[in-house]
């Protein structure tokens, strides 16, 4: 694996520096990066994405064990390191991840295709978000998502009825997979060390996976959130059909799971 020397040497020899627009915090512990990828379980053969490689401090194991990297890179000086590192052993998307907020880029989707995957990655942070509930709500042939993030993202994706942090992304992760807290990381597991507190966390899908239309419930839970401070009569409208057990007053960061489903079905 990639040392803290290793990489300040790739950057330094082509006079880069990272980039905090792209949000580039170089993750170089090796435990943490081994942590990560056994969490993962994948094995020889299986199908890997990785969004933000950088200068492939996790991309380089990742195909030492046999895997079939599909690696996306926004920054060109970080395409041409991968470029130069690994060749064709990874297939590189060079570009945004995304296109927009709700969807994948063409290139990329295109890449993934309908062949199942798992996403291993240390997520720039600007990217988690988005990029987490698209394949939660888009992707059925995403097998799990295991990633270093920003630790109020991980808290987010990790909360329960009744919390703060608890809103569209808690819902799908709740719904669709099985959340699990794997570390959390000091700023000093980075560099250059970033100013937020950073987690590990993964998304374990749910086999089989639950009989409820992914995207639907998505954009009705956005819809829902979107005005978390009101009540749900408020948001959903005065002539709305609510179910005789769920209070037309209450908000929707007191609603559970299945409370959400029933009223996406009547809506």
């Known amino acids: 694996m990639q040392t803290l020397t290793d990489i300040k ?6 006079d880069i520096r990272p980039r905090h627009r792209f949000g580039q915090n170089f993750l170089h512990d ?42 996306c890179e926004i920054d060109r000086d970080m395409q041409a390191i991968v470029r130069e590192r690994l060749g064709e052993r990874v297939m590189l998307i060079e570009g945004d991840c995304l296109d927009g907020k709700h969807a994948l880029s063409a290139e990329l989707a295109r890449a993934l295709g309908s062949e199942p995957f798992t996403l291993v990655a240390n997520l720039p942070y600007q990217a ?22 920003q630790k109020e993202v991980a808290q987010r994706l990790a909360a329960k009825p009744g919390d703060d942090q608890w809103g569209a992304i808690s819902l799908l992760a709740t719904v669709f997979s099985r959340v699990e807290w794997l570390a959390t ?23 089989p996976r639950p009989s409820v239309d992914a995207h639907a419930l998505g954009v009705f839970a956005q819809r829902l959130f979107c005005k978390r401070r009101k009540q749900l009569g408020a948001v959903l409208g005065r002539d709305f059909p ?7 007053c209450v908000r929707a960061e007191t609603l559970r799971p299945e409370q959400v489903i029933m009223l996406m079905e009547r809506a």
């Not at 988690?128 to 993030?149: K, R």
């Not at 250059?192 to 086999?207: C, G, N, Q, R, Y």
């Open 128 to 149: 988690a978000t988005p990029l987490m509930a698209i394949l939660l709500a888009d992707y059925p042939q995403c097998q799990g998502q295991f990633v270093t993030i």
């Open 9 to 14: 040497s790739l950057l330094a020899s082509r």
């Open 30 to 71: 090796h435990n943490l990066i081994r942590r990560l990828i056994d969490a993962s379980g994948v094995r020889a053969g299986d199908r890997v994405l990785e969004v933000g490689p950088g200068t492939g401090a996790l991309t380089e194991p990742l195909v030492e064990m046999g895997c079939t990297v599909i690696a």
């Open 185 to 207: 990381l000091p700023a000093s597991c980075f560099w250059p060390a970033p100013e937020v507190t950073s987690a590990m966390i993964a998304l374990h899908t749910l086999t």
């Open 242 to 248: 609510f179910p005789p057990d769920i209070d037309p």
